[in-house]
């Protein structure tokens, strides 16, 4: 099961790419504050990508789902430098005993201190690419619709990704 954060759910918005993450052999769930901080206060904004977000739970691509209460939930909060967001998406993916897709390098920290699965949306969608869902070309365009849209990606990381994509072609 992937949890997703707002990040990956943004950028694949922007890229036109959400509706692809359905052949993933994983459910995928957002959070309600997820949801909150992406589709409501996204429409609210005026944002087009938070109707996409929006489009693609209607279409079952994510489910939505409370985070737990739980032990987890309430260490986190107590570190003020991780909002209520991130707080949902790991306490939500530990109780699961899935992986929680961000990006951010803190809440990924954060996440490894207690033990939770995290995963990248680079990573995502060259699972995507192997598994023959996205071509090269596709996923390099997807990778670069992200970044032309603010997606942060260090000069390093984009070789990286760039390589790995070229090896599974």
């Known amino acids: 099961m992937f949890v997703f954060d707002a990040t990956p759910l943004i950028y694949l918005s922007k890229a036109e790419q959400l509706t692809v993450l359905e052949e993933l052999d994983r459910e995928r769930i957002v959070p309600e504050a997820v949801y909150e901080e992406v589709v409501v206060n996204g429409i609210r904004g005026g944002y087009p990508d938070a109707r996409r977000v929006e489009r ?8 939505v789902r409370a985070a737990p209460d739980n032990a987890t939930a309430e260490r986190l909060r107590g570190n003020p430098n991780i909002g209520p967001a991130d707080v949902a998406v790991l306490a ?10 961000m990006d951010e390098d803190y809440g990924r920290a954060v996440a490894d201190s207690e033990g939770i699965e995290t995963r990248g949306t680079a990573f995502v969608l060259l ?19 992200m970044v032309e849209a603010g997606w942060y990606c260090s000069p390093d990381l984009y070789a990286k990704i760039l390589g790995k994509i070229e090896s599974l072609s």
């Open 56 to 63: 693609a739970i209607e279409d079952g691509v994510f489910g």
């Open 127 to 145: 699972t995507l690419l192997k598994r023959g869902l996205l071509d090269t070309r596709e996923t390099r365009e997807t990778i670069d619709a």
């Open 92 to 101: 939500l993916a530990d109780h699961l005993d899935g992986t929680a897709v």
